[in-house]
């Protein structure tokens, strides 16, 4: 079966260290399976992108010599396709406009006793789940319990990481009714990211384990669109030496890519690869790499 993965970063500032493993990650394992790697600029979330920063992740992708095979897809520019499967999605009955404001979810768990906790967003409550109540519509959301019921999936959602290993989440309770198209009118990602990887014909997803947690989501839209399902793989994060997460809002420093062959090597060494041979040209390391990933039975040892 061809193989077509891809990296996807969100253009919220140049790429970091770490998200050059994540980058470094999929493309090795698109070229240790004789694949297609491709590049998705994530801009949908415009209120947190920067100028420019996706011109700059694509020159520091190139620089360390990680150039996509296909032509760059721009989020951005994918309107009608998140519209089109809105719609689909409504015309199943599987999406509903919400009126909610963030302060209505907000009182309407604490009256249920739901503590806020995953992540920022919490568990939708289902108020508007069967109608708006004559309040204005904000933003649309998965009616998940309807597409889990319609089409006879089992609860919990399980899938394979390859990884990780076997994972499942039962969305509907712990998740609930998320959000495809946001109050604000922007495009959710979780919509955004399962029409993308259907379109580019996504076979296989390698990404940072920050996202496992979406996945259970994913896969469910993927059902609730009639997408096909790829293979997921998540690899570890690299920490900061505050042992926190790195990303560009706790001040991730610019990946310095002065020295590209430096860069790769810190990349490669987070994915537990060998250091590349002396003298080594950059073409020759990526292919020591390609190598040494292919060898292993289960790439990147925790
Ligand atoms: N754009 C997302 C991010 O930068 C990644 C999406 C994905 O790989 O699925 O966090």
């Known amino acids: 079966m061809p193989y077509i993965g891809r990296f996807a970063p969100s253009p919220t500032g140049p790429l970091h260290a770490g998200s050059l493993v994540a980058a470094f990650a999929s493309w090795l ?42 032509p760059v897809m721009w989020q951005s520019q994918r309107s009608d396709a998140y519209q089109a ?13 919400c009126g909610c404001s963030r302060k209505e979810i907000e009182d309407a768990q604490a ?8 992540h920022t967003a919490a568990v939708y ?20 319990q ?8 089992d609860t919990p959602l399980a899938w394979h990481d390859r990884l990780l290993g076997p994972q499942q989440q039962d969305v509907a309770t712990e998740v609930g009714d998320f959000v495809l198209r946001r109050a604000d009118g922007l495009w959710a990602y979780q919509l955004a990211v399962v029409v993308d ?11 940072g384990e920050d996202l496992t947690d979406n996945t259970a989501r994913q896969i469910l839209l993927q059902h609730a ?3 096909p399902t790829p293979s997921y793989m998540h690899t570890p994060l690299v920490l900061g030496e505050n042992g926190e997460k790195l990303s560009k809002q706790n001040g991730a420093t610019a990946l310095d890519v002065s020295q590209p062959l430096l860069a790769l090597q810190n990349a490669a ?3 537990g690869l060998p250091k590349f041979s002396d003298g080594a040209s950059i073409e020759q390391a990526l292919s020591e790499w390609t190598k040494a990933w292919q060898e292993m039975s289960s790439p990147v040892p925790r």
């Open 29 to 70: 394992d698109a070229r240790s399976h004789d694949g297609q790697w491709l590049v998705r600029i994530e801009d949908v979330d415009t209120p947190r992108c920067i100028a420019s920063a996706d011109q700059l992740i694509l020159q520091q992708l190139a620089i360390c010599g990680l150039v996509p095979d296909a």
């Open 85 to 97: 499967a809105l719609d689909n999605l409504i015309a199943k009955g599987w999406a509903y406009p």
């Open 111 to 118: 009256l249920i006793g739901h503590a806020r906790e995953r």
């Open 125 to 144: 409550p289902g108020t508007c789940r069967d109608g708006l109540n004559g309040k204005a519509a904000r933003a649309w959301r998965l009616n998940v």
């Open 146 to 153: 309807r597409v889990i019921d319609d089409s006879k999936l």
């Open 197 to 207: 990887d259907a379109a580019q014909g996504i076979t296989n997803i390698v990404r």
């Open 225 to 227: 669109l009639g997408l």
């Open 269 to 271: 060494h987070a994915l």
